[in-house]
């Protein structure tokens, strides 16, 4: 930042300049997080003038009301974000070593691998209904539906990723894996030594995309399964809303269930970073 | 410490090389066969759709069929609908399933909203990268954690905020909420930071104020990073789906993806005519993606963005 022209100049303009995305922010994301608190705290819908204050009930109704869905809708969460982080590192990297391998075509595969990306998940979604229901019916069945919706996550994020990985691998000095192969390093040797540690800010940037991403999971669901059957695909997000727009008088529930979502996000990705902090690199 | 012979690498390399062709057209088939499913099913009658669900061409241009047709046995020229023409679908999908305004909408909430989001963007990232005021670090930290904050979670809250702006079933719900980008700023900052102090010095020295050192000297540097990040703003906007879903019920107002649920509500849906309706909705990316691939490819490794 040492090349300004006159850094001990203030210059109040600026406020001007950053005045438009101020003013958004503040609204839509400081003044209504701060609603959607105070909304999670009544009952029925208290700005539309009904409803009175309840403290914490929506909170404690969520989490151990009788009929609450929220654990079952937070362990299915949970359960397809766990298969897309999984079903993602293992079809993207190696598919972006496999693309760097291949003599012919590498331009051609990065654009069909990326169509998915560039395609509305809801085409996509109707799509894969029908591709599903002529292969196996999977989505009929609450021991596979959430398999198969994962499945379309990861066919879908497969491609954007492998160019992540791509890019990351380039930048992989060829150096080191001559060095490996001086010292006599099998292929594996040179994939868990070489590779891996110096892809592991990529590593660390994929996995934590998709794990925001999974956790938010919704048009798949809503698309394909409603969260059937037997509720093997009722996720987190899909709760919300229904509560929210389907249901009347919900408001302040969903929003409670909106808040401990975030907490959970909250809590999952300070895990992930503290335990990628934790692991060493070659370069430090 | 010797090296193996370069004749049995080299074989090994090559072998490894062909493997991993074999395999990336294998994956690519995978990508490509729903795409082409969506196409072919597109083209069906409602009648073909649901007497055969896994064939990627219609019954009625099948060869084994006009075959059968030729023998005199009963075939799939024999249904009603046969003489159905190719896009027959997507014209009716235009004509009576409202496909053309949910398509203009797509484009109109994908083209505003990039074009006011940028502009934002950029006036603030400039502020943040060349300029000095009190509270700059503060400020900028804020914007960055509303960064963090995901779009699930602020679904209600913004919806309740819209709704008492009083823009529920307007364009400007739709768009409003969008238009504020802290990633944009994050970007754009960085970028606007490498540009040389020198080359602004030139231009104050010319006459130029503030906004001029912006528009002669900045924008027209950083042509690239803003095409990719318009690029990126626009494909999320077209695939948005939950928030217009959440403020519209009024279907004029309905982009294609709000539109294509819809039509799978319905009871009886006509299938075909949805597979016609979402090949419209993903051609113009893709037009897009063909044409821009050097900006977007290119782009990825800098962005977090994904298109929703």
Redesign the interface.
Known sequence: ?G?????????????L??A???L??I???????G??FY?SLHSWDP?RGHGQFVGASNYVRALVGENSVFWLALRNTAMYVAMSVVGVLITSLP?AM??R?????QS?????????????????S???L??F???GKPLSSPRTALLAIAMLGV?Q?A??NM??FL?GLSEIPQAFYDAA??DGASRWQEFRYVTIPLLRNTII?VTV?VV??A??V??QA??MTRGGPERSTEV??LQ??KN??SYAGQ?GY??AM??L??AV?FVVIMIQMRVFRSQRTYDE | ?N?PAPTSRHRLLRL??VV??L???L??I???Y??A??VG?SLKTRKEFAGD??SLIPARYQISEHAKHRRGEPSALDWEGADWPLLKNYRDALLYGHVDVFLLNSLLYAVVLTTVQLS??V??A???A?????G?NV?FS??LA?MM?????????????IR?LGLVDSFLGVV??G??G?FG?FLLRQFF?NI??TL??AA?LDGCG?FGVLRHVILPLSKPVLITLGLFTF?AA??S??WPL?VLSDQTYYP??VG??LF?EESGAD?PR??AA?VM??LP??A???VA?RY??GG??LS?L???
């Open positions: 930042m090349q300004r022209t006159a850094p001990e100049r203030t210059q109040p303009v600026a406020y300049y950053i438009p995305a101020f958004l922010v609204v839509f994301t400081l003044v209504s997080m609603l959607s909304v700005i598919l496999l693309c391998k291949a003599r012919y075509g051609l595969f990065r654009t069909l691998y990326f169509l998915p990306s560039i395609t509305p998940m809801v085409v996509l109707l799509v894969w029908w591709l229901d002529a292969w066919w994020a491609g954007y160019l992540l890019a192969r001086v940037f995309m925001i991403g956790f938010q919704f048009t809503y698309i987190v997000a919300v809303f929210a727009f408001m969903a929003s909106a808040w979502l975030f996000l | 410490m090296p490894s090389s991993a062709l395999v990336m057209i994956g690519a995978i990508m490509v729903p795409y499913y969506m099913s669900k896994r934002i963007n006036l603030a400039y502020a943040f060349r300029m000095n005021f009190r700059k400020l804020i914007l509303t904050l995901p779009p699930a979670v602020l679904l209600i809250p913004r919806f309740i905020v008492e409003l909420p238009f504020a802290a700023v930071l040389p102090s602004e010095d104050r503030t494909i077209w695939n789906f939950i959440v294609l993806t294509l649920s799978r299938w949805i597979f979402s909705g993903s990316l893709i897009l993606f063909l691939q977007i490819i990825i490794s977090g994904k298109g929703q």
